[in-house]
């Protein structure tokens, strides 16, 4: 099996915010929640630099050991999934999570946050694959119909790569060996406990 | 011969050239490619620097622009392995003390009987005030353990979806509540203030362990140094729950990720340590000691009560310089 996982080449990140628009899109993410987003560092001075952020899909993930319901589960690809019948919108996960991906639909005064929302890497929820309660509260399930999450195969740039672990921290190895320089795998040694070394 | 010198001349002039032009790039080097990033942030040295890495994004929950902090793994330690011992250890730890208290030492009896004639202890307003915090904080308190210990000890007792509507309920009646309960808080303060002030009475009876250990009866007035030690507890401990509380029931208004993982550790960390000081609270207040219950239960004593346990009051009240209940005794009654 593979292990999937997310992959920022910062270097060629030029904040364009299509994967923003395309995980909007393809999963209908309600207004006001962003699954993935572009976060600028240094913004307009000497030495920027955007990462494209989600659910990094951890090894071990936090969330999943912070919930108190129990309502993540990890896929047999290395996914990260919960369950919106079983999450009662406690807020944890958000505590937890390195990379600030859970979000919930209201602002949580007096613990009415809602049911948590995150990045399922275009792998829908626990429903049947491809159902219409799927999709309603989750998304595509793209993975499913064998396709990688739509923020990278959207990538302008190639810059967020998507896919198994291994090949994609190839690719990226390439890239660095052939262009001579690279910043790293961003998040990876928080998420993996692995840097891309090359 | 002219023209072999200036053949000559030719050749060391184009030698002096190659080596100016060879000699201006590295050995062996083809021109090196240019990093443009270079001067850029790196992750590592991001991380060293700040807890967190921040920047600046395009959309209007500055929350997002947070995009790495790993301290999320370290709160997910405490929550999931501190928390879950401290809270073990505390709690059991002091229900095991009780019992074994309770084999060694038995019920506090009246030593020298009931009297039959009993004083008021507690009026009504004291005892809705003492009753509607108590109610509140065992609610508080069980679904604040279901957050900690539920998905271990109760979760394999019922269904995924059984336990999440328990559990739902719980966080709202754990949100709900917390305003009658701080709102008692308050209340238990300003009531009980005059009479908590500890005093040169409560070291003679810490000295004398609460005439806990043998059959001796120190010295105290309306509260005893162990009440007084309770009602700290209550006031310091219940303030500190309701700030810490509040903050997480409305998260991120002025305070970041850091504030409200710190807000939620010493909220439960405070809870836990509550619950146990609470356990000894009623144990003494019911099975520990006779007599003690209907004080907060009907709001009289008796007497002989009065005398073993708060001599110092009972003189106040039948000398009247305890003026709020001095016209409240009541005429006395038969106890049987």
Redesign the interface.
Known sequence: MARMKFLCD??RCIEC?AC?TACKNENEVPW?I?RR???????GK??????S?ACMHCSDA?CQ???????FYTTADGVVLHSK????????C???????AP?YPR?????SRGKMDKCTYCAGGPEPDGSMAEYEKYGANRLAEGKLPMCAEMCSTKSLLAGDGEIIAEIYKERVAK???G??A??W??AYRETITS | MAASIAKFRIIVGALALLWVAVSSYPAGAQP??V??????????Q?LQQFKT?????????T???????????D??HF??VTLRWIGAVAILGVLGLLVIFYLLRGMVRIESGRSGHTIVRFNAVERFVHWMTATCFVILALSGL???F??PLL?PLMS??A??AW??WA??A???LSFPFTLGVFLIFFMWVAGNIPNQVDVEWFKRGGGMVRNDHPPAYRFNGGQKLIYWIVVLGGGAIAVSGYLL????YGTD?QT??NA?MAHSIIAMLFIAAMLGHIYIGTIGMEGAFEAMGIGTVDINWAKEHHNLWLEEVRTGTQPHLAQQQPAATPGE
């Open positions: 910062a270097d915010n923003v006001g962003n987003r572009v976060v600028t560092i240094n913004d000497p030495g920027e630099r955007s990462v952020m936090p050991a912070v919930c108190p319901v129990n309502a019948d079983i999450c009662i919108g406690c807020g944890y958000f505590y937890a999570c390195p990379f600030g979000q602002v949580g005064n007096f613990g262009r001579g320089y910043s790293g961003w998040g040694n928080t | 090196t490619s990093d443009p990033t270079a001067n850029a942030v790196s992750e590592q991001l890495i921040q920047g600046r994004g395009s959309i209007p929950d929350k997002s622009y947070t995009i790495e902090q790993p301290a999320g793994r709160w997910r929550h999931e279901n957050i900690t539920g998905k979760l995924p979806e336990f999440t559990s739902e966080k709202y754990h949100n709900y029931m409305f998260p991120f990720i409200m993982q939620e």
